[in-house]
Nanobody, 118 residues
Framework: VQLQASGGGLVQPGGSLRLSCAAS????????MAWYRQSPGKQRELVAL???????TYVDSVKGRFTISRDRAFRTLYLQMNDLKPGDTAVYSC?????????????WGQGTQVTVSS
């Protein structure tokens, strides 16, 4: 599975961005996808996750501002980010979880930089 994230950039506080992640390769049996972020000096954190039954999970700091969504086949993952704050500045990466013969396989894409600054 290959994952390619896009959509990052520089935005002023209060602005919006929409990230996309395109999945290719053997995408069958993907049962969840997620967005993670990491900023300098901080650990990588889970921002949002969506399961195969569209159950979503968000880190508290983005609840009410970010929305994760996907297409039906897990070919594309989205993250709509509204009311962005300087604390959201980070490299955002997409993740896919695939289960094959009872074994969990984790896939990571390269990140896209999001910078929130006036």
């Amino acid at each position: 599975v290959q994952l390619q994230a896009s959509g990052g950039g520089l935005v002023q506080p209060g602005g919006s961005l929409r990230l996309s992640c395109a999945a290719s390769g053997f995408i069958s049996n993907i049962n969840a996808m997620a967005w993670y972020r990491q900023s300098p000096g901080k650990q990588r954190e889970l921002v949002a996750l969506i399961s195969g039954v569209d159950r979503t999970t968000y880190v508290d700091s983005v609840k009410g501002r970010f929305t994760i969504s996907r297409d039906r086949a897990f070919r594309t993952l989205y993250l709509q980010m509204n009311d962005l704050k300087p604390g959201d500045t980070a490299v955002y990466s997409c993740y896919a979880r695939r289960v094959l013969s009872g074994k969990q396989l984790d896939y990571w894409g390269q990140g896209t930089q999001v910078t929130v600054s006036s």
